[in-house]
């Protein structure tokens, strides 16, 4: 049972590339995430889907976007990719319903470095 | 502005004796609140929640208080074990159901033996 998975692990980047992180699961999540970690912050709400086909923004959604085009993926773009956004990326997933009985299952990350 | 603190960046403690971790929030409509744990190079899982509706909540060794006139939860670990050494994230949400959660910035926790 893998979970959420994470594609690639690691990647660097020039400023100006662009790139995809990607995220499956095989839970038959109705809910997907994407978060960043950064040092002293936590982490941060970048984008989200409640299914298929439907995405919405969270708090730090800018230079960001996102598709959802089936249920066990999710996928998080970076167009043009500047120095503030190397980070580790977090991909999570939940099935419908209240928190108490769904709580978000996370992948490993993607360490992203932006030169 | 944070919405979710916790303030100590780090804690050590005996193996065997308590670890107890703190955080504080500063927004009233939070209705639930989560416990993550995380090791290097993985990815968070989830630890232990609660509703604004209860004040404590138990698993195991595991047991989450809320204070909500003082916006103040915190995880208990009793006993503390080395395998616990890891960051512990709080996290809130606004609603039960849609899975927004705010972070907080964590906190190492270090279990000696």
């Known amino acids: 049972n893998a979970g959420v998975t994470q594609t690639p692990k690691f990647r660097v980047l020039k400023t100006g590339q662009s790139m995809t992180l990607l995220c499956a699961q095989d839970?038959?999540?109705?809910?997907m995430y994407w978060y960043r970690q950064d040092p002293g912050m936590g982490l941060r709400l970048i984008h989200y889907s409640v299914g298929e086909g439907t995405t919405a923004k969270g708090e730090v959604p800018d230079g960001y976007n996102v598709s959802r085009l089936k249920k066990q993926n999710f996928l998080l773009g970076l167009e043009s990719a500047a120095p503030s956004q190397t980070s580790v990326y977090f991909c999570a997933s939940r099935k419908q319903g209240r928190l108490a009985n769904s709580p978000l299952h996370f992948g490993n990350g993607t360490r992203l470095t932006v030169t | 502005d944070q919405q979710v603190k916790q303030n100590s960046p780090s804690l050590s403690v005996q193996e065997g004796r308590i670890s107890i971790l703190n955080c504080d929030y500063t927004n009233s409509m939070f209705d639930y609140f989560l416990w993550y744990k995380k090791y290097p190079a993985e990815g968070p899982t989830f630890l232990i929640s609660?509703?604004?509706?209860?004040d404590k909540n138990e698993d195991g060794r595991f047991t989450v208080f809320l204070n909500k006139s003082a916006k103040h939860l915190s995880l208990h670990i009793v006993p503390s074990q080395p395998g616990d050494s890891a960051v512990y994230f709080c996290?809130?949400?606004?609603?039960?159901?849609?899975?927004?959660?705010?972070f907080g910035q964590g906190t190492t926790l270090q279990v000696k033996p």
């Open positions: 609660i509703s604004s509706i209860k």
């Open positions: 996290a809130a949400s606004p609603s039960s159901n849609t899975g927004k959660l705010i």
């Open positions: 839970m038959n999540h109705e809910y």
